[in-house]
Nanobody, 119 residues
């Protein structure tokens, strides 16, 4: 199983990016039973959750991104997305996709995609 992230890059403050995470080699039932999350790790800081979507569709956002970021999923395509609007320099980080399934005892991470927001 591989989680492949894409969509990162360099953007000016106020701009937008859309991150994608594709689960390659994962059976649909594992994907569907997984909590999907995006984490951010800024230089010198711990990795922190910015958004997750539970299997029942409940969504959580970190206070710092509420109203600006939107997490979504496409179960049939086994993809997770993070729409990032009104980006700020403090959003600069490596963003990681995580899929965690309690039912199957699995926990997968992507390789990370760099997001850099210039002021």
């Amino acid at each position: 199983v591989q989680l492949v992230e894409s969509g990162g890059g360099l953007v000016e403050a106020g701009g937008s990016l859309r991150l994608s995470c594709a689960a390659s080699g994962m059976i649909l039932s594992v994907f569907s039973s997984s909590t999907k999350a995006w984490y951010a790790q800024a230089p010198g800081k711990q990795r922190e959750m910015v958004a997750h979507i539970a299997t029942d569709g409940t969504i959580y956002y970190a206070d710092s991104v509420k109203g600006r970021f939107t997490i979504s999923r496409d179960n049939n395509r086994k993809k997770v997305f993070l729409q990032m609007n009104s980006l700020k320099p403090e959003d600069t980080a490596v963003y990681y996709c995580n899929l965690n399934s309690v039912a199957y005892g699995s926990d997968y991470w992507g390789q990370g995609t760099q997001v850099t927001v210039s002021s």
